[in-house]
């Protein structure tokens, strides 16, 4: 068995997306925007984020346009038909999330957002949040 782990800093380009497949399994989706200087021009990557099950339930909200995150997991490929061609598409499949955007910063950025969930927990502060096989979220 090879080893496939990737690890990329980024900001969300837009608020996280809450889906349910049909069997009723909750995925999380958003693009990271990830900077980079090459030559003294800026340049960026932006690549697909999925969390699944209930991780994805409760980081969804805290996954807000402009995050700040490290996001840790597995690169795959995605392939599919469209009209005669194949396409190809890589992406991570979360298992860890690491936020660099202060509690506070996130609050002040999606005021309107808040008061206007009645759900919304406590937002993770800096730190890493994690999942283990059993799905179970843990705060390291």
């Given at each position: 068995v090879m080893t496939n782990n990737i690890v990329i800093a980024g900001r969300l380009t837009e608020d996280a997306e809450l889906r349910y497949t049909n069997n009723g399994s909750a995925v999380c989706n958003f693009t990271l925007a990830n900077n980079r200087n090459y030559k003294n021009i800026e340049k960026s990557t932006f690549i697909d984020v999925n969390i699944f099950g209930p991780y994805a339930e409760a980081m969804h909200k805290y996954l807000l346009k402009g995050t700040t995150l490290d996001v840790t997991g597995e690169l795959v490929q995605e392939s599919w038909d469209?009209?005669?061609?194949?396409?190809?598409?890589?992406?991570?499949?979360?298992?860890?999330?690491?936020?660099?955007?202060?509690?506070?910063?996130?609050?002040?950025?999606?005021?309107?957002?808040?008061?206007?969930?009645?759900?919304?927990?406590?937002?993770p502060d800096q730190g890493q949040i994690y999942i283990d096989e059993k799905e179970e979220i843990y705060n390291g």
């Open positions: 469209h009209e005669g061609r194949r396409y190809y598409k890589h992406k991570i499949i979360a298992k860890e999330l690491d936020f660099r955007m202060s509690k506070k910063d996130t609050l002040a950025k999606r005021q309107q957002y808040i008061e206007n969930s009645d759900e919304i927990d406590e937002i």
